[in-house]
């Protein structure tokens, strides 16, 4: 997305995700991210690798506007490194090549749809934030289910605390409950991230499709236990 996108489209930040991969690649190549932001010719989203600039992806949607994940063909825009040295995250813009007017209408809804309930969204948040401990640094968290099948590899969430016994997070897709997870985390600025072993305790649906869930760590060795104590004491956290 160029800058006339940017004075043409309404612009969002919210919690939804994107699946993706190169076109032609094989079925095991997915992967999931949310939103950095989205409109209605295209989205920003952060990848563990960079793509080419004109390379074509095959992406799915996850929106409110449809109980599916909506298909669409994707051109990569523009690709830059972001700041630290976590897992070499790439940022990616892309533009939408929709082949059918209803989609397109169905993604213009969507933006819409978020628009619209930008008031109602702040005023949860900041409930929230009166309820909850505040996270006083961003912090990165990415996920797979122990032996999962049909998984991305590894798919992005959006943490929203951390302590030293577990996480809570949004991400596209609901795990079982009891589901073993492997889980990274780390802060952007940290040579290597913290692997943890993990279950998870409970989760909920919110209307918009976004998946809210708890899991606790386990099986935590003393070296990372005493780097999860560190990483909470820098984060400013406490679940």
Known sequence: MEAGDKRTDPRLQRQFWIWFRQA????????ASPF??????????I??????TGMTLETKLMLPVSTELIPVTARVAWSRPMPGK?????????????TDEQTRQRVAEAVGYF?????????ERSEERRRRPRIRKPFYAKCRPVGGVG???????????????GMRFLGPCLFEHGCSLEC????????????????????????????????EFVDLTPEQQVQL???????????
């Open 229 to 239: 104590e560190a990483l909470v004491r820098t984060l400013g956290t406490q679940g």
């Open 86 to 98: 976590t897992w070499q995250l790439v940022e990616h813009g892309v533009t939408f090549d929709f």
């Open 24 to 31: 032609g690649a094989d079925d095991d190549s997915w992967q």
């Open 36 to 45: 950095r932001d989205l409109s209605p010719s295209g989205a920003r989203f």
């Open 47 to 52: 990848a563990d690798g960079g793509f080419e």
């Open 184 to 215: 990274s985390v780390a802060w952007q600025n940290t040579a290597r991230p913290l692997a943890l072993s993990a279950r998870v305790v409970w989760g909920k649906t919110h209307p918009s499709g976004a998946v809210e869930q708890g899991i």
């Open 115 to 123: 628009a619209r309930g930008r008031l109602a969204q702040q005023e």
């Open 151 to 165: 998984w991305p590899a590894w798919y992005h969430v959006n943490p929203l605390n951390l302590s030293l016994h």
